[in-house]
C-alpha cells in the first residue's frame, strides 16, 4: 500500500492519496466482524498509505484514555481526561489540528520525533469513545483536507461498534 494505484506515492497530492485510501479502506473492512481487526488494519492503511510517522487509537477507559492498536514507535499508554492533545479532543468533543506540538499547552511528549499532530474524536451513543490520534515528524503536517478525509474515516470507525 505504499504505493497508491501502482503510482508513486510522492507523486500524488494529498487529496489524491486519500481518494485512493479510502475505498482501500472499506474493503478490508468490508465482510469482517472483528472490530480490533478492523481497527488495526484501518490504522496499518493510514500509516503507510499517507506515510504519518504515528497512527493510533485510544479508548475511553474508566475515566481515561488508554492505548490502543497503533503503528509506528512505543507510545503513551494512559492519558488523562483533558491532558495533552488527545485529552483536550476528548474533553472537547473536536477535531485538533496542532501545526508544531512544542507549542501546544500541555503537550505529551511520548515521542520526541513528533512534531505536528491531528486528534479525531470517535463516537459512540453521542459520547466520545475513543479518539484517532496521528502524528507527523514534519511541522505543519495536517490541514483541513486531512481533518475532512480522517473524519471520514472516523464515521467508517463508528459504523463498525
Known sequence: MTEILNVPSNIL???????????????????????????????????????????????????????????????????????????????ENRTIIVPDVDKFPGHIACSSDSKSEIVIPIFKDNKVAMVLDIDSSELNTFDTTDQRHLEDITHLIETLF
Open 13 to 91: 497530492s494529498k487529496e489524491e492519496k486519500y481518494q485512493s485510501l479510502i475505498p482501500q479502506i472499506k474493503a478490508l473492512v468490508e465482510g469482517e466482524k472483528d472490530f480490533i481487526a478492523n481497527l488495526s488494519n484501518i490504522i496499518a492503511a493510514l500509516k503507510y498509505g499517507m506515510d504519518f510517522f504515528w497512527v493510533g487509537v485510544y479508548f475511553v477507559k474508566d475515566e481515561e484514555l488508554v492505548l490502543g492498536p497503533f503503528q509506528g514507535p512505543i507510545a503513551c499508554t494512559r492519558i488523562a481526561y483533558g491532558k495533552g492533545v488527545c485529552g483536550t479532543c476528548w474533553k
